[in-house]
C-alpha cells in the first residue's frame, strides 16, 4: 500500500473531525433534552443523584472531537508550512 500522501491524509483527517463534530452535537443536544431538570437536576449536582448515562456518553464523545479537531488543526499548519518552506 506504501505511504499515505499527506495532503489525503490531512483531507481524511478533517473528514473525520467534521464527522465526530457533527456526532458531537447531536448526542449533545440529546443529552440537553433528556438529562435531570427541576429538583433531579440539583440533585445531581450536588452528587446525591448518579448522571444520566447519555450525559457521561456526551462528555466522552465530545472529548473524541476535540481530539480529533486537534489532530486535523496541527495537519493542515504542517502541510501548509512544508508547502510555504518549498517556495
Known amino acids: 500500500m506504501g505511504r499515505m500522501h499527506p ?4 483531507k481524511m483527517t478533517a473528514a473525520v473531525a467534521a464527522l465526530t463534530g457533527a456526532v458531537s452535537g447531536v448526542v449533545g443536544a440529546l443529552a440537553a433534552h433528556f438529562g435531570p431538570h427541576g429538583l433531579r437536576g440539583i440533585a445531581v449536582s ?3 443523584a448518579r448522571q444520566p448515562t447519555l450525559v457521561k456518553v456526551a462528555a466522552a464523545v465530545t472529548t473524541v472531537a476535540v481530539i480529533t479537531a486537534a489532530i486535523s488543526g496541527v495537519l ?3 502541510i501548509w508550512l512544508k508547502e510555504h518552506e518549498l517556495e
Open 46 to 48: 450536588l452528587h446525591l
Open 76 to 78: 493542515h499548519f504542517y
Open 7 to 10: 495532503k489525503r491524509l490531512s
